[in-house]
């Protein structure tokens, strides 16, 4: 099972969205990790064949991304996706079912299955209309799984879950990701840090880094330092260094940040995680008291 | 084939479940039948009294009528018509108001009018000075006119066509009451375009509804989200279209012919366009009727599925197609044209028109000479047919 990215690429008028971007994915849960802007959506959205590439291809075993077999092994959640208001809950999921090319039995089963597994048994029969932006993903997380896909492709499947759906749906990505091949993206850097056995880092449109967690934190470690300082050194460490963290002390500052030595004599180098690197290559600044 | 039909279920679930469209069905239905008895609602007045109402008035014209059907229209028959106008004094005033016109005339309304078509009359005095000779050339005269005027057209060499045509029309005509019908065909045009309007209503969501509630992602990215589904949905546009036609013509059909009779079927169409050159009967007028009305209909959803593929919006296709089926209306081509005519007539609403439909020219297409009904039909066919594959592009590579 082998799903081959080549050189895939998107152009919007003067703006390369995805540039000449080539993966090989097999079994397992691959997080993309990247910031707004990046090319996330639109990389996913060419691999499930929704949009079609300036350039490149995408295939799976060999079948391409147009064919219909290959739509037959996919399993898909977008970012921004809306629902028929009038439908039921089990209504929907039987459509996609349909969709999907699922018998009108087989369809059922699956659908009350899903429901199951997402919690919404007991409003199956509710009208999507009345649910809340966690119920509604929780639906959108079983539609993408009706048809026990070989590639489920999940765009940010985590926003508007509370911790508990988070960290119950992060579990079973994870046990998903053992006969499939996963790829999620999320803003949630602590999601893909528990689940993916493999991290991509993207950023303007083509992948920075990708590999375990391991091998990716590896780009960063020793870099990552943690002091307290006084007040007038920490403008100067702002501005000299990405910082990850900063926290107010009684009488001093604390601050995570990154550096090729230590930044301060007080500062003491820590084990890097994923989220450093995240903030570091896409220099996000962490404002005072956050 | 069975996941073909579960879409086709949903696609109609879809429309249905909108509650736009039970209030414009509903709405549709009310309006169709109520336009069908809007003639017969109020009074005729004389003097400023009430003398009848529309529908006692239609009542004791379709028994007068009744009381002459089955006569054949010859010199004698129209000898007696014109007598009993005779009767009427000329004292200026309308002469409908007359008490002669209650209790000799108004028996002979009817057939006055085909009088009045075939002899081009417009006064009683020209109604007199018809000879009695002339009235014995009744069909004579008829098949002269109308060969006159397919004479005085533009149209090309093919005018002998039109007129060996005209010459099958069989005759002498039987008088009969057919008021059931002329009602009909009257009303059907104003339910051709509420069909129009309403196809177009619940049919613009059928793709940009899609991508307006942000379900294309998941379709398109769906086994059957490129070829299946988007055959169903156009299977769905065509077959609602269909039976939305078919209702529509029935309650308009059923609620005419309720309230004015279900006489008159076999009866030629000549008694409603005396200078018709189709040798057609009304029920067959009907019938040719209905499928140019379908055809046109089906031609319009094409459009529609076709915008609504392209555009995001379901209101913005509403807003082109209310445009496409308004503007023509007011629109009247000149036959001196005759290219432009036959080309405006393949505009959907203008298909409504029934002079339209069994107008006097015929066409030379391609070397075949063809009546404007089946110029129509066939090109609504091959334009919706053409217009199909726009629709399964737009939609299947919709980014």
């Known amino acids: 099972m082998e799903l081959i990215v080549d050189r895939l690429t998107k152009q919007f008028k003067n703006k390369i969205a995805v540039d000449r971007v080539s993966l090989r994915l097999k079994e397992g849960v691959y997080g993309l990790l990247g910031a707004n802007g990046s090319g996330k959506t639109t990389l996913m959205r060419m691999i499930c064949g929704v949009l079609k590439p300036t350039s490149g291809e995408v295939k799976f075993n060999g079948i391409d991304v147009n064919e219909e077999e290959f739509r037959d092994s996919l399993g898909y959640l977008p970012q921004e996706f809306g629902y028929y208001p009038e439908f039921t809950a089990f209504d929907f999921l039987l459509y996609m079912a349909s969709l999907k090319g699922l018998t009108r039995q087989r369809a059922k089963d699956k659908a009350m299955e899903l429901l199951e597994l997402v919690s919404l048994t007991d409003v199956a029969k509710n009208k999507i209309k009345t649910f809340s932006g966690g119920m509604k993903q929780r639906l959108g997380i079983a539609q993408s799984m009706l048809n026990n896909p070989k590639i489920l492709v999940l765009d940010e499947p985590t926003a508007g879950l509370d911790p508990n759906e988070r960290i119950r749906f992060r579990n079973l990505i994870s046990r998903l990701g053992k006969n499939k091949i996963v790829l999620l993206s999320t803003h949630i850097v602590s999601d893909v840090e528990h689940i993916a056995s493999t991290i991509l880092l993207m950023k303007d449109g083509q992948i920075m880094h990708e590999g375990p967690l391991d091998k990716i934190i590896g780009a960063i470690e020793g870099k990552v330092f943690e002091c307290s300082v006084y007040s007038k050194t920490v403008d100067y460490l702002i501005a000299n260094y990405p910082i990850v963290n900063i926290r107010e002390e009684p009488d001093k500052t604390f601050l995570r940040l990154i550096a090729e030595k230590p930044p301060y004599e007080t500062a003491v180098a820590v084990p890097a995680v994923l989220e450093d690197l995240y903030l570091y290559y896409f220099n996000k600044e962490v404002s005072r008291g956050e | ?399």
């Open chain 2, 1 to 399: 084939m069975s996941s073909y039909c579960e879409l086709v279920k949903f696609e109609y679930r879809k429309i249905f479940q909108k509650h736009r469209t039970a209030i414009t069905l509903l709405l549709g239905i009310f309006l169709t039948a109520f336009s069908c008895v809007v003639p017969l609602l109020g009074n005729h007045y004389i003097e400023g009294e009430v003398f009848e109402s529309h529908y006692e008035g239609m009542k004791k014209d379709r028994e007068y009528i009744r009381g002459l059907s089955g006569r054949e229209i010859n010199s004698g028959f129209l000898s007696e018509a014109t007598e009993a106008y005779s009767r009427i004094p000329l004292t200026g005033e309308s002469y409908a108001n007359t008490d002669e016109y209650q209790q000799y005339v108004r028996p002979y309304n009817e057939i006055i009018h085909t009088i009045g078509k075939v002899y081009n009359i417009n006064s009683l005095k020209e109604l007199f000075s018809i000879s009695r000779e002339s009235l014995d050339n009744f069909y004579a005269v008829r098949q002269s006119i109308v060969e006159k005027n397919i004479e005085s057209t533009a149209m090309s060499a093919k005018k002998a066509n039109s007129i060996n045509l005209s010459r099958k029309v069989k005759t002498p005509f039987i008088y009969s009451y057919t008021n059931g019908y002329k009602s009909f065909f009257s009303q059907m045009y104003i339910t051709a375009i509420l069909i129009c309007f309403i196809c177009s209503i619940c049919i613009s969501p059928l793709f940009a509804g899609e991508y307006a509630e942000g379900m294309d992602d998941l379709i398109l990215s769906s086994k059957y989200g490129k070829n299946k589904i988007i055959y169903a949905k156009i299977f769905t546009g065509i077959s609602f279209t269909v039976l939305l036609s078919i209702v529509f013509t029935i309650v308009s059909y059923v609620t005419v012919m309720m309230f004015y009779g279900w006489d008159g079927s076999s009866s030629p169409i000549q008694l409603y366009l005396p200078l018709s050159i189709v040798p057609f009967t009304m029920g067959k007028v009907t019938v040719l009727y209905f499928v140019l009305v379908l055809f046109g209909n089906i031609l319009s959803s094409a459009l529609t599925m076709v915008l609504s593929s392209i555009f995001r919006s379901p209101f913005t296709v509403l807003v082109i197609m209310t445009a496409i089926t308004v503007f023509p209306l007011f629109i009247s081509v000149s036959k001196d044209v005759l290219w432009i005519y036959h080309l405006s007539n393949f505009i959907p609403v203008k298909m409504f028109s029934l002079d339209n439909i069994i107008s006097i020219f015929s066409i030379d297409f391609l070397g075949l000479v063809i009546q404007p009904y089946e110029l129509i039909a066939s090109f609504s066919v091959v334009a919706s047919m053409a217009l199909l594959p726009f629709t399964y592009i737009n939609f299947k590579n919709h980014n």
